[in-house]
């Protein structure tokens, strides 16, 4: 059992940068692939970024690359999603997701792939 708790989400201006964290507790951090997805209203949830349970390997959605930053400090258990740029399209509730498929070295790209996920932080950004 991994429970999952998201903060840092907030109104921010057009070209603001943001900073996500998830606090995650019950597992071995280390060996769990992090992940975050966001979601829209009246949209799909969405692939966000990604990184394996060592940190050795990241991924990110088109729509973010260069712009979002995920990291994870083991230590604390911690994943982080470093946000810069920030635009309006960028509003959605952001989920924080563990997996406990895929080991330290690899991270998934599909909501499926992700078994345990946080309550969700509202991140507005206004034009």
């Known amino acids: 059992q991994v429970q999952l708790v998201e903060s840092g989400g907030r109104l921010v201006q057009t070209g603001g940068s943001l900073r996500l964290s998830c606090a995650a507790s019950g597992r071995t951090f280390g060996s769990t692939a992090m992940g975050w997805f966001r979601q829209a209203p009246g949209k799909e949830r969405e692939f966000v970024a990604a990184i394996s349970g060592s940190g050795g390997s990241t991924g990110y959605a088109d729509s973010v690359q260069g712009r979002f930053i995920i990291s994870r400090d083991n230590a604390k258990n911690t994943v982080y999603l470093q946000m810069n740029s920030l635009k309006p399209e960028d509003t959605a509730v952001y989920y924080c997701?563990?997996?406990?498929?895929?080991?330290?070295?690899?991270?998934?790209?599909?909501?499926?792939?992700?078994?345990?996920w946080g309550q969700g932080t509202q991140v507005t950004v206004s034009s």
């Open positions: 997701a563990a997996s406990t498929y895929y080991g330290t070295r690899y991270y998934s790209r599909d909501d499926s792939g992700y078994d345990y």
